[in-house]
């Protein structure tokens, strides 16, 4: 699996930004699919975005469309998510774990045995 770590996130404003970063470990991150999710107290986990392995192919979630941008850089075994236009439905528990397959329209789950991580907490204030 690939073994991950979040950061990036705090505390802004309604309308700020942030930009999360996912570390990875390994030398094989550039082979992955891999994906944002988040969790807020009390919800399920629910997908933000995904992006192929070389990065050419990207999904959204409906809500994320047009907000955020996925990309990585498997050089730096890294993950972003830059998140503008924050609302204050964007607060959650932000993770992100390797996927098995992405196209524009889908994102699949985790792979199994995937890393979480101790995720990042975007917290977005009205």
């Known amino acids: 699996q690939v073994q991950v770590a979040e950061s990036g996130g705090g505390l802004v404003q309604a309308g700020g930004s942030l930009r999360l970063s996912c570390t990875a470990s390994g030398q094989t991150f550039g082979d992955y699919p891999m994906g944002w999710f988040r969790q807020s107290p009390g919800k399920e986990r629910e997908w933000v975005s995904c992006?192929?392995?070389?990065?050419?192919?990207?999904y959204y979630y409906d809500s994320a469309k047009g907000r955020f941008t996925i990309s990585r850089d498997n050089a730096k075994n890294t993950l972003y998510l830059q998140m503008d236009s924050l609302k204050p439905e964007d607060t959650a528990m932000y993770y992100c774990?390797?996927?098995?397959?992405?196209?524009?329209?889908?994102?699949?789950?985790?792979?199994?045995?995937?890393?979480w991580g101790q995720g990042t907490q975007v917290t977005v204030s009205s």
């Open positions: 992006i192929d392995s070389s990065g050419a192919v990207t």
């Open positions: 774990a390797a996927v098995g397959h992405v196209t524009s329209w889908f994102c699949s789950d985790p792979l199994p045995g995937s890393s």
